[in-house]
Nanobody, 123 residues
Framework: QVQVTESGGGMVRPGDSLRLSCRTSGRMYMAWFRQAPGKEREFVSYIDWSQNRRHYSDSVKGRFTISGDNAKSTIFLQMNSLEPEDTAVYYC????????????????????WGQGTQVTVSS
């Protein structure tokens, strides 16, 4: 049974920063998604270990940075310049095999999920 565990959420003010962490029980390809109230789950970021490339949604590009250590089955999401629109439950997703880029944004392509961590940005 694959386990995915996120941590690091919280309540912050606009402009503040937060760092999320995610750990899996084995070496996996990993990504971040988020889901705001009343909205569908959306892609945030993905780290491609094979090509050492990072992918971001347009809404977070330039503000969020994904990093990690494949050997430790851990990834991080450094979130800077947070905005109220970033308020959501953030989920870590994992899968055993690499995805083609065209598929990384689809939640249904990711079989393993963490329980989510709440991020609230409010003044």
């Amino acid at each position: 049974q694959v386990q995915v565990t996120e941590s690091g959420g919280g309540m912050v003010r606009p402009g503040d920063s937060l760092r999320l962490s995610c750990r899996t029980s084995g070496r996996m390809y990993m990504a971040w998604f988020r889901q705001a109230p009343g909205k569908e789950r959306e892609f945030v970021s993905y780290i491609d270990w094979s090509q050492n490339r990072r992918h971001y949604s347009d809404s977070v590009k330039g503000r969020f940075t994904i990093s990690g250590d494949n050997a430790k089955s851990t990834i991080f999401l450094q979130m800077n310049s947070l905005e109220p629109e970033d308020t959501a439950v953030y989920y870590c997703a994992a899968r055993e095999n690499r995805l083609v880029v065209s598929g990384i944004r689809a939640p249904e392509k990711w079989p393993y999920w963490g329980q989510g961590t709440q991020v609230t940005v409010s003044s």
